[in-house]
Protein backbone atom coordinates (compact mmCIF):
# COMPACT_ATOMS: atom_id res chain seq x y z
CA UNK A 1 0.00 0.00 0.00
CA UNK A 2 1.31 3.18 -0.82
CA UNK A 3 -0.29 5.88 1.33
CA UNK A 4 -2.01 7.23 -2.24
CA UNK A 5 -5.61 6.41 -2.35
CA UNK A 6 -8.00 6.99 -5.42
CA UNK A 7 -11.84 6.56 -5.75
CA UNK A 8 -14.19 5.39 -7.56
CA UNK A 9 -11.88 2.03 -8.47
CA UNK A 10 -13.99 1.27 -11.36
CA UNK A 11 -16.11 4.06 -13.36
CA UNK A 12 -18.64 3.01 -16.95
CA UNK A 13 -20.28 5.66 -18.06
CA UNK A 14 -21.59 6.75 -21.71
CA UNK A 15 -19.84 8.82 -24.43
CA UNK A 16 -21.00 12.82 -23.85
CA UNK A 17 -21.10 11.99 -19.83
CA UNK A 18 -18.98 13.80 -17.41
CA UNK A 19 -17.39 12.27 -14.95
CA UNK A 20 -14.64 13.33 -11.63
CA UNK A 21 -11.86 10.94 -10.29
CA UNK A 22 -10.60 12.04 -6.74
CA UNK A 23 -6.56 11.34 -5.39
CA UNK A 24 -5.41 11.57 -2.02
CA UNK A 25 -1.98 11.94 -1.96
CA UNK A 26 0.08 10.49 0.80
CA UNK A 27 0.58 12.49 4.51
CA UNK A 28 2.78 15.25 3.97
CA UNK A 29 3.11 15.29 0.07
CA UNK A 30 2.49 18.33 -1.47
CA UNK A 31 2.67 17.09 -5.01
CA UNK A 32 0.24 15.32 -6.80
CA UNK A 33 0.16 14.14 -10.56
CA UNK A 34 -1.76 12.79 -13.10
CA UNK A 35 -1.34 9.85 -15.62
CA UNK A 36 -3.05 8.26 -18.13
CA UNK A 37 -2.79 4.38 -18.70
CA UNK A 38 -4.26 3.09 -22.16
CA UNK A 39 -3.28 0.12 -24.09
CA UNK A 40 -1.41 1.36 -27.00
CA UNK A 41 -0.10 4.60 -25.42
CA UNK A 42 1.52 3.49 -21.73
CA UNK A 43 1.81 5.50 -18.82
CA UNK A 44 1.22 9.20 -20.10
CA UNK A 45 1.57 12.50 -18.19
CA UNK A 46 -1.50 14.74 -17.63
CA UNK A 47 -0.90 17.25 -15.31
CA UNK A 48 0.48 18.14 -11.57
CA UNK A 49 -0.14 20.45 -8.71
CA UNK A 50 2.09 21.34 -6.21
CA UNK A 51 0.68 22.77 -2.85
CA UNK A 52 -3.03 23.81 -4.37
CA UNK A 53 -1.32 25.62 -8.03
CA UNK A 54 -0.80 24.02 -10.93
CA UNK A 55 3.05 23.18 -12.22
CA UNK A 56 2.73 21.46 -15.19
CA UNK A 57 0.77 19.90 -17.96
CA UNK A 58 1.25 17.25 -20.36
CA UNK A 59 -0.67 15.90 -23.49
CA UNK A 60 -4.00 16.68 -21.51
CA UNK A 61 -7.13 17.39 -23.23
CA UNK A 62 -9.17 20.49 -22.89
CA UNK A 63 -12.25 18.75 -22.18
CA UNK A 64 -9.95 17.25 -19.22
CA UNK A 65 -9.42 19.50 -16.25
CA UNK A 66 -7.80 19.18 -12.61
CA UNK A 67 -7.47 21.18 -9.35
CA UNK A 68 -5.96 20.45 -6.10
CA UNK A 69 -7.76 21.77 -2.83
CA UNK A 70 -6.19 23.02 0.56
CA UNK A 71 -6.44 19.96 1.99
CA UNK A 72 -4.32 18.44 -0.75
CA UNK A 73 -6.66 16.15 -2.58
CA UNK A 74 -6.99 16.33 -6.12
CA UNK A 75 -9.39 15.75 -8.23
CA UNK A 76 -9.14 14.82 -12.50
CA UNK A 77 -12.70 15.77 -14.55
CA UNK A 78 -12.89 14.37 -17.19
CA UNK A 79 -15.66 15.80 -19.91
CA UNK A 80 -17.77 15.10 -23.17
CA UNK A 81 -16.30 11.43 -23.08
CA UNK A 82 -15.33 9.96 -26.02
CA UNK A 83 -14.91 5.89 -26.28
CA UNK A 84 -10.91 6.78 -26.81
CA UNK A 85 -11.34 7.74 -23.24
CA UNK A 86 -11.52 4.42 -21.48
CA UNK A 87 -8.50 3.72 -19.50
CA UNK A 88 -6.72 3.45 -15.98
CA UNK A 89 -6.28 6.94 -14.65
CA UNK A 90 -3.27 7.08 -12.02
CA UNK A 91 -2.50 9.55 -9.83
CA UNK A 92 0.39 9.68 -7.91
CA UNK A 93 2.37 12.07 -4.89
CA UNK A 94 5.81 12.87 -4.03
CA UNK A 95 7.74 14.92 -1.36
CA UNK A 96 11.47 15.71 -0.55
CA UNK A 97 12.78 12.31 0.12
CA UNK A 98 12.22 11.54 -3.88
CA UNK A 99 10.17 9.19 -5.61
CA UNK A 100 6.62 9.20 -7.01
CA UNK A 101 4.08 6.97 -5.60
CA UNK A 102 1.19 5.42 -6.87
CA UNK A 103 -2.45 4.77 -6.07
CA UNK A 104 -4.52 2.02 -6.90
CA UNK A 105 -6.26 3.80 -10.13
CA UNK A 106 -9.35 4.32 -11.53
CA UNK A 107 -10.90 2.18 -14.21
CA UNK A 108 -12.60 4.16 -16.82
CA UNK A 109 -14.79 2.77 -19.35
CA UNK A 110 -16.94 4.80 -21.83
CA UNK A 111 -19.33 3.08 -23.61
CA UNK B 1 11.04 16.42 -27.40
CA UNK B 2 11.16 14.67 -24.00
CA UNK B 3 11.12 10.92 -24.92
CA UNK B 4 12.07 7.32 -23.18
CA UNK B 5 13.04 4.25 -25.44
CA UNK B 6 12.67 0.81 -23.77
CA UNK B 7 13.99 -2.10 -24.74
CA UNK B 8 13.16 -5.12 -25.35
CA UNK B 9 9.18 -5.00 -25.11
CA UNK B 10 8.64 -8.53 -24.18
CA UNK B 11 11.91 -10.69 -22.43
CA UNK B 12 11.39 -14.31 -20.99
CA UNK B 13 13.80 -15.95 -19.24
CA UNK B 14 14.36 -19.05 -17.20
CA UNK B 15 13.99 -19.07 -13.47
CA UNK B 16 17.39 -18.58 -11.83
CA UNK B 17 18.57 -16.64 -15.22
CA UNK B 18 19.60 -12.92 -15.44
CA UNK B 19 17.26 -10.25 -17.17
CA UNK B 20 18.43 -6.44 -18.55
CA UNK B 21 16.24 -4.24 -19.32
CA UNK B 22 17.84 -0.94 -21.56
CA UNK B 23 16.41 2.51 -21.72
CA UNK B 24 17.31 5.58 -23.71
CA UNK B 25 16.29 9.25 -22.88
CA UNK B 26 16.27 11.87 -25.11
CA UNK B 27 16.74 15.34 -22.90
CA UNK B 28 19.92 15.91 -21.25
CA UNK B 29 18.68 17.41 -18.32
CA UNK B 30 17.47 14.27 -16.69
CA UNK B 31 19.14 13.95 -13.48
CA UNK B 32 16.35 11.14 -11.76
CA UNK B 33 15.74 7.44 -13.13
CA UNK B 34 13.36 5.67 -11.29
CA UNK B 35 11.75 1.72 -12.40
CA UNK B 36 8.30 0.88 -11.64
CA UNK B 37 7.28 -2.71 -11.62
CA UNK B 38 3.45 -3.54 -12.43
CA UNK B 39 1.66 -6.45 -11.90
CA UNK B 40 -1.78 -7.34 -14.32
CA UNK B 41 -4.56 -4.23 -12.69
CA UNK B 42 -2.29 -2.98 -10.24
CA UNK B 43 -0.52 0.03 -9.63
CA UNK B 44 3.09 0.97 -10.97
CA UNK B 45 5.89 -0.23 -7.77
CA UNK B 46 8.71 1.63 -7.63
CA UNK B 47 11.51 -0.47 -6.99
CA UNK B 48 14.62 1.21 -7.83
CA UNK B 49 15.67 4.45 -8.68
CA UNK B 50 19.08 6.28 -9.66
CA UNK B 51 20.57 9.82 -9.64
CA UNK B 52 22.66 11.18 -12.45
CA UNK B 53 25.03 12.20 -9.76
CA UNK B 54 25.48 7.66 -9.16
CA UNK B 55 26.45 5.61 -11.75
CA UNK B 56 25.51 1.88 -10.14
CA UNK B 57 23.23 1.23 -7.68
CA UNK B 58 22.34 -2.30 -5.95
CA UNK B 59 19.18 -3.45 -3.77
CA UNK B 60 19.33 -7.33 -3.41
CA UNK B 61 18.58 -8.64 -6.70
CA UNK B 62 18.22 -5.37 -8.60
CA UNK B 63 20.65 -3.40 -9.52
CA UNK B 64 20.34 -0.20 -11.97
CA UNK B 65 23.00 2.00 -14.34
CA UNK B 66 23.41 5.05 -15.52
CA UNK B 67 25.86 6.53 -18.44
CA UNK B 68 25.26 9.91 -18.34
CA UNK B 69 27.16 10.44 -21.50
CA UNK B 70 25.29 8.07 -23.81
CA UNK B 71 22.10 8.64 -21.67
CA UNK B 72 21.26 4.94 -21.29
CA UNK B 73 20.35 3.67 -18.26
CA UNK B 74 19.40 -0.54 -17.16
CA UNK B 75 17.48 -2.17 -15.04
CA UNK B 76 19.25 -5.61 -14.26
CA UNK B 77 17.73 -8.68 -12.26
CA UNK B 78 19.78 -11.48 -10.97
CA UNK B 79 18.55 -14.99 -10.00
CA UNK B 80 15.16 -14.27 -11.40
CA UNK B 81 12.13 -15.57 -9.49
CA UNK B 82 8.48 -16.40 -10.72
CA UNK B 83 7.28 -13.66 -8.70
CA UNK B 84 9.03 -11.52 -11.05
CA UNK B 85 7.07 -11.93 -13.58
CA UNK B 86 5.09 -8.44 -14.21
CA UNK B 87 5.75 -5.53 -16.94
CA UNK B 88 8.81 -3.33 -15.91
CA UNK B 89 8.88 0.47 -16.82
CA UNK B 90 11.51 2.56 -16.99
CA UNK B 91 11.19 6.38 -16.66
CA UNK B 92 13.26 9.89 -16.86
CA UNK B 93 12.59 13.16 -14.80
CA UNK B 94 14.58 16.40 -13.98
CA UNK B 95 14.02 16.14 -10.24
CA UNK B 96 13.47 13.68 -8.14
CA UNK B 97 10.75 15.38 -6.09
CA UNK B 98 9.05 17.44 -8.29
CA UNK B 99 8.74 17.15 -11.58
CA UNK B 100 6.79 15.11 -14.19
CA UNK B 101 7.91 11.23 -14.51
CA UNK B 102 8.34 10.40 -18.68
CA UNK B 103 8.17 6.67 -19.08
CA UNK B 104 9.41 3.85 -21.34
CA UNK B 105 6.49 1.61 -22.97
CA UNK B 106 7.40 -0.84 -20.84
CA UNK B 107 8.92 -4.31 -20.30
CA UNK B 108 6.86 -7.49 -20.27
CA UNK B 109 9.09 -10.28 -18.05
CA UNK B 110 8.24 -13.79 -18.12
CA UNK B 111 10.20 -16.04 -16.13
CA UNK B 112 9.55 -19.58 -16.18
CA UNK B 113 10.12 -22.12 -13.80
Known amino acids: DSGVTQTPKHLITATGQRVTLRCSPRSGDLSVYWYQQSLDQGLQFLIQ???????AKGNILERFSAQQFPDLHSELNLSSLELGDSALYFC??????????FGPGTRLTVL | GENVEQHPSTLSVQEGDSAVIKCTYSDSASNYFPWYKQELGKRPQLIID?????GEKKDQRIAVTLNKTAKHFSLHITETQPEDSAVYFC????????????FGTGTRLQVFP
Open chain 2, 91 to 102: AASKTYNTDKLI
Open chain 1, 49 to 55: YYNGEER
Open chain 1, 92 to 101: ASSVGSGGQF
Open chain 2, 50 to 54: IRSNV
